[in-house]
């Protein structure tokens, strides 16, 4: 059975950071591509952050510079470093993974059609 469990959320101030985290279990990890999303109050869901099985990066422009996606393979875990928080980054983040067949991660990385989810942490940056 797939697990997607995610931690590290919490309350923090504008220009903070916080380290997220997504323990993952149940299928290959280190042959999926995996993300980051997240969604604010009375929005839709967004990626932010992808990482394809080779280590490739991708991320949305407004955390560009801010964010850095990683995975420990040994340790079946995903991790979302975000520094310099908004608090347009408040919401609750989810991680998600793919087997991310052919071109999977380079036209499709940001839609909401990841194999499996977590249940998301929270994240709160207050100004």
């Known amino acids: 059975q797939v697990h997607l469990v995610e931690s590290g959320g919490g309350s923090v101030q504008a220009g903070g950071s916080l380290r997220l985290s997504c323990a993952a279990s149940g299928f290959a990890f280190e042959w999926h591509c995996m993300a980051w999303f997240r969604q604010a109050p009375g929005k839709e869901r967004e990626g932010v952050a992808a990482?394809?099985?080779?280590?490739?990066?991708r991320y949305k422009d407004a955390v560009k510079g801010r964010f850095t996606i990683s995975k420990d393979k040994a340790r079946n875990t995903l991790f979302l470093q975000m520094n310099s928080l908004k608090s347009d980054d408040t919401g609750m983040y989810y991680c998600a993974a793919d087997s991310c067949p052919g071109t999977w991660f380079e036209h499709r990385r940001w839609r909401n059609e990841y194999e499996y989810w977590g249940q998301g942490t929270q994240v709160n940056v207050s100004s």
């Open positions: 990482i394809d099985s080779d280590g490739l990066t």
